[in-house]
């Protein structure tokens, strides 16, 4: 609703100016600008340089300036040891504000549409708001300096969610324009008054006025009088109980409330993962088939976190311990028989270790939601705990140093509260997990280099005596 009403403010705005400017005083111009762009600090994106274009219609002169413009710009910044390409496309309407002669300040509104394409990924998109304060300085008869500022407002970004509501980016643009038209005729004279007769007074009777209603105000429309809404901001459309708090449902019994269920009519008793659809494990192996190297074990098979059976003899190149990873990878290389293991080799669970990364868990880019491949290695660690009802387990998020310090903290205790709560829907008892959020403050590698920060960025299990 948000981009289709964007879309058509745009398009009515083009409607309405473009056939004024080509019949009226103007000209249109083709430009070119350097841009640096500082980003939201939720997105976790470097403040970059880059470049654009820019095509504008002008109509009018004088008091009377009007520009219709449409530019595009190309920014890639680092992100997570890969490179995000950033396209912000822009339409929106101007007015110029004379100064002398020499030019003219510029202010104007429109919509925004930003795609971000990580290497090697996926794009997303986002629709927004977009203002601009600037100068235009004429060098001449066919050039034209302009230096602008502006300021992109998403209301619903692309990683929106309940540490992020709104983000906004700005970008500071300085570049050249031409002219490729202009219109060069002689303005016509203005043709004499028409004096046409008044038309006479007829009496009309006035309409009665609408009734004022007398029910009690409703702030956030909920339909919960404010005298009795116990939750006075709630969100427009969010169902609400009769106090007018939000009421989460979980149709399926799932264990993932509707808000989330990307499946929300999943069958009684199915297995399921974050998302809340079906976990297939065609072998029955316990590891479900998006994590599965070995899809097809026999029945009884013991196998590891990647689905396949445990060695009987040690591999070529040595594995002292019989867990399938070579002992030139293995950094438990005497873990017990039969133990489900992580790719270093260690079991979660067990041995001396009192802190275990949970190497493998990752999650959305800027979100607190699982990724698939992750959910194999929580089961392990639900299937460990459950066998283990005196294991009392703190699950800690951690953050590089990218950013604000209070986002990071909130975003890690997210994360650390999505893995508790799935670990509690896989049958490990809630009082036996605790979540917190350490955000930058416990690195383990420096900073300072990329490889250090993909460190930083991780969930860590610490038993509770």
Same mark, same amino acid.
């Given at each position: 609703?948000?981009d289709?009403?964007l879309?058509?403010t ?7 100016v473009?056939?004024a ?5 103007g000209s249109i ?8 762009t500082q980003f939201?600090e ?7 340089t880059?470049?654009?274009a ?5 109509s ?19 992100l ?10 822009r339409?929106r309407?101007?007015?110029?504000l004379?100064?002398q002669?020499?030019?003219s300040?510029?202010?104007g509104a ?30 001449g ?10 300021y992109?407002y ?18 500071a643009?300085?570049g050249?324009s ?7 005729r ?8 028409v004096?046409?007769?008044?038309p006479?007074?007829?009496a ?10 007398s029910?009690?105000p &409703?702030? #956030?429309? /909920? !339909? @919960?009088? %404010?005298?009795? +809404?116990? $939750?006075?901001? *709630?969100? =427009?459309?969010a ?5 007018g708090?939000?009421v989460?449902? &979980?149709s #399926?019994? /799932? !264990? @993932?409330? %509707?808000?989330r +269920?990307a $499946?929300p009519? *999943?069958? =009684?008793?199915?297995?399921?993962d974050g ?5 297939k494990d065609t ?8 994590s ?12 590891n976190a ?11 190149d040595?594995?002292a ?9 293995d950094k438990?290389?005497t873990?017990?028989?039969g133990a489900?293991?992580d790719v270093?080799?260690?079991?979660i669970?067990?041995?001396s270790s009192r802190?275990?990364t ?18 194999a290695?929580?089961d392990?660690v ?11 387990v703190e699950?800690?998020?951690?953050t ?21 709560a ?5 049958g490990v ?10 955000g ?5 590698a ?20």
């Amino acid at each position: 609703m948000f981009d289709r009403t964007l879309r058509t403010t745009v398009l009515g705005l083009a409607a309405l100016v473009l056939p004024a400017a080509l019949s009226a005083q103007g000209s249109i111009e083709l430009g070119g600008f350097g841009t640096y762009t500082q980003f939201d600090e939720s997105l976790g994106l470097t403040d970059r340089t880059g470049g654009g274009a820019r095509f504008s219609v002008i109509s009018g002169s004088g008091w009377s300036t009007f520009l219709l413009e449409a530019e595009g710009a190309y920014v890639t910044t680092p992100l997570a040891g890969a490179n995000v390409t950033f396209i912000p496309a822009r339409a929106r309407l101007v007015y110029g504000l004379p100064i002398q002669r020499a030019g003219s300040f510029l202010i104007g509104a429109g919509a925004v549409r930003n795609n971000y394409k990580p290497e090697g990924g996926s794009a997303a998109s986002e629709w927004g708001y977009s203002g601009l304060v600037g100068f235009r300085f004429n060098l001449g008869s066919y050039m034209a300096l302009r230096i602008d500022g502006i300021y992109d407002y998403m209301a619903n970004p692309i990683n929106e969610g309940p540490l992020v509501e709104t983000t906004s980016n700005m970008s500071a643009q300085a570049g050249l324009s031409f002219p490729i038209w202009r219109d060069r005729r002689v303005p016509e004279p203005r043709p004499e008054p028409v004096v046409r007769e008044e038309p006479r007074e007829v009496a009309v009777a006035a309409a009665p006025a609408p009734e004022s209603k007398s029910d009690e105000p &409703d702030a #956030d429309r /909920d !339909g @919960v009088a %404010d005298s009795r +809404d116990a $939750c006075s901001n *709630t969100l =427009a459309g969010a169902l609400v109980d009769r106090d007018g708090c939000q009421v989460y449902r &979980d149709s #399926d019994g /799932d !264990g @993932v409330v %509707d808000q989330r +269920d990307a $499946c929300p009519a *999943t069958a =009684a008793n199915e297995t399921i993962d974050g998302r809340g659809c079906p976990v297939k494990d065609t072998d029955m192996d316990g590891v479900s088939d998006s994590s599965d190297r070995c899809p097809n074990t026999a029945a009884g098979t013991i196998v590891n976190a990647a689905g396949c059976p445990m060695p009987a003899t040690p591999a070529p190149d040595g594995d002292a311990d019989g867990d399938s990873v070579s002992d030139s990878k293995d950094k438990c290389p005497t873990t017990k028989p039969g133990a489900r293991v992580d790719v270093t080799g260690c079991a979660i669970l067990e041995g001396s270790s009192r802190t275990i990364t949970l190497k493998g868990v990752r999650f959305a880019t800027w979100s607190d939601e699982l990724t698939p491949a992750s959910l194999a290695i929580l089961d392990d660690v639900a299937e460990q705990l459950v066998a283990a009802p005196d294991v009392k387990v703190e699950v800690a998020g951690h953050t590089d140093a990218g950013g604000a310090r209070a986002r990071n903290i909130k975003l890690s205790l997210a994360r650390a509260e999505s893995v508790r709560a799935y670990l509690i829907m896989k049958g490990v008892p809630a009082e036996r997990l605790v979540a917190r959020g350490y955000g930058p403050d416990s690195p383990i590698a420096s900073n300072k280099t990329e490889a250090g920060r993909a460190l930083n960025r991780r969930v860590e299990l610490r038993r509770i005596d």
